[in-house]
């Protein structure tokens, strides 16, 4: 577990009427929960937004790394805190599909979890190892439905986004690849690198360099819409199956009976560090597509990815081993 103090700098935020009986928050210093391990994709940008809130906040912000058990080990550290404020968790959609993947879960996030904001959306791209006789999406396409089985693909993990995504792509074009799954983004690319996978579904923060260094190729992107730092690259709708659109998000999360002005608060604050054009920017180039959203919006944002996800573990018979 690594733990980092975010110093505070001088900086002025008016907490006005909207805060009530929490008008001396935050007193003390906030821990902000991270479950994932420190120096990866999600770490960094819970770090840049921490930082920022800690700033406007003009208090202390200590992110905490609980690792493991795809998020369940740091939901549960949060759902057995205080429900004061003082303990928050920077989340992915990771805690939506655990419904399906997890029966036994020792909680509901549902149920047990108040959705403070939104941070950002996550496309994901479709990159393919640089040997592959492939030159485009479609081509890439006929070659999955002639190759089968043979063809193979990683992951960072059974059961996360990537793994789901690919699933959920494979069925849409009635093909059956064969998962790999690794500990990990880097050991994935490191093996789609050498030719050891033949497709990988890869966010943005670790695709771009490589596509900008030509040393892998990007054939699609999942979003209904094309990003605009890679316009040449078609979508999955556009490809020939209309109505794909799947993505994940960045969010925050606090344990459910949190103070509603405390919640409304710190979702203020978010939208306002992620529309800072010096955060707003720094997502954009790595890729992410800021969109900070409401307690109530982020909550609908968790219930349709869900559903979504849910359906997409039950249809295809997903099992975490």
Excluded: C
Excluded at 45 to 54: D, N, S
């Amino acid at each position: 577990m690594r733990i980092l103090s975010i110093a505070l700098v001088a900086s002025a935020f008016l907490f006005g009427g909207p805060l009530a009986s929490a008008q001396d928050y935050p007193s003390r210093p906030i821990r902000w929960l991270v479950p994932y391990p420190a120096g990866g994709g999600a770490d960094n940008i819970a770090r840049l937004v921490a930082h920022r809130t800690a700033e406007i906040m003009k208090q202390s912000i200590v992110v905490d790394n609980r690792a493991g058990g795809n998020t369940v080990i740091a939901t549960q550290v949060l759902l057995s805190s205080p429900k004061d404020g003082y303990t928050v968790m920077h989340t992915v959609e990771q805690i939506a599909s655990n419904t399906s993947l997890y029966p036994n879960l020792p909680y509901s996030a549902e149920r047990d979890i108040d959705f403070i904001a939104q941070i950002a959306r996550v496309p994901f791209i479709l990159l393919v190892r640089p040997n592959l006789p492939v030159t485009d999406a479609a081509s890439m396409i006929a070659y999955m439905k002639k190759e089968g089985e043979k063809i193979n693909y990683g992951s960072y993990g059974q059961g996360g986004a990537n793994h789901l995504i690919m699933e959920a792509f494979a069925d849409r074009v009635g093909v059956r690849p064969t998962h790999i799954p690794f500990q990990g983004a880097a050991p994935a690319v490191q093996n789609l690198l050498g030719g050891q996978i033949d497709i990988y579904f890869s966010d943005p923060t670790v695709a771009l360099p490589y596509i900008r260094s030509g040393r892998l190729k990007a054939l699609l992107v999942t979003t209904k819409d094309r990003l605009p730092y890679l316009p040449d690259v078609p979508t999955v709708a556009e490809s020939g199956y209309p109505g794909f659109d799947m993505y994940t998000w960045h969010g925050l999360v606090a344990p459910k009976g949190t103070p509603p002005d405390i919640v409304r608060s710190l979702s203020a604050v978010i939208k306002q560090v992620v529309s800072e054009p010096t955060v707003h920017k720094e997502l954009l180039e790595r890729g992410l597509i800021p969109d900070p959203q409401s307690p109530e919006q982020f909550r609908d944002t968790f219930l349709k990815s869900q559903a979504s996800l849910g359906s997409i573990v039950r249809k295809l018979n997903i099992k975490i081993q």
